[in-house]
């Protein structure tokens, strides 16, 4: 009796195990600047990007449906016209979305272009926080 019940159990560890393998490991994504996703990636792969929007247009419509349309670069890269790769969002803007803003974006690139299911916007110093002697000035005398 206890070499069946132990048995069962590891089947039943087993099998969560690789549950849980197999879970963590399809909702994992490798990250990119733009330059590196378009000199490294396949078509159809899942992706999150790291880049600044590019000065190009910026498209924001909400009828039909909500979409916003744009392009990412490379952050810091000296020609903010190299490699560029066009986004869709199918969502609400983020409040800190604009040209020059660095995000991070999770999603398909298809065809060479990133469709995205999540749009962060970065403000690092918003988040930042303050020194301690902005908090504490040193008194005077």
């Not at 399809?26 to 992706?47: C, F, H, N, W």
């Not at 999770?106 to 303050?130: I, N, R, W």
Request: a positive charge.
């Amino acid at each position: 009796m206890n070499k069946i019940f132990y048995s069962i159990l590891a089947v039943f560890v087993a099998v969560a195990a690789a549950m849980i393998f197999m879970a963590t490991r399809s909702g994992t994504s490798s990250v990119y600047i733009p330059s590196q996703l378009l000199s490294e990636a396949g078509d159809k792969m899942r992706v999150r990007v790291g880049g600044r929007v590019a000065e190009s247009d910026i498209n924001y419509q909400v009828e039909p449906t909500i979409e916003l349309n744009f392009s990412v670069r490379d952050p810091g890269a000296p020609n903010p016209q190299q490699k560029i790769i066009p986004v869709t969002y199918k969502g609400i803007k983020p409040d800190m979305f604009a040209a020059g803003r660095d995000v991070i974006i999770d999603g398909d690139f298809v065809g060479g272009v990133l469709v995205a299911s999540k749009l962060q916007t970065q403000c690092p110093s918003k988040y930042e926080a303050p020194s301690v002697d902005k908090l504490y000035p040193k008194k005077q005398g």
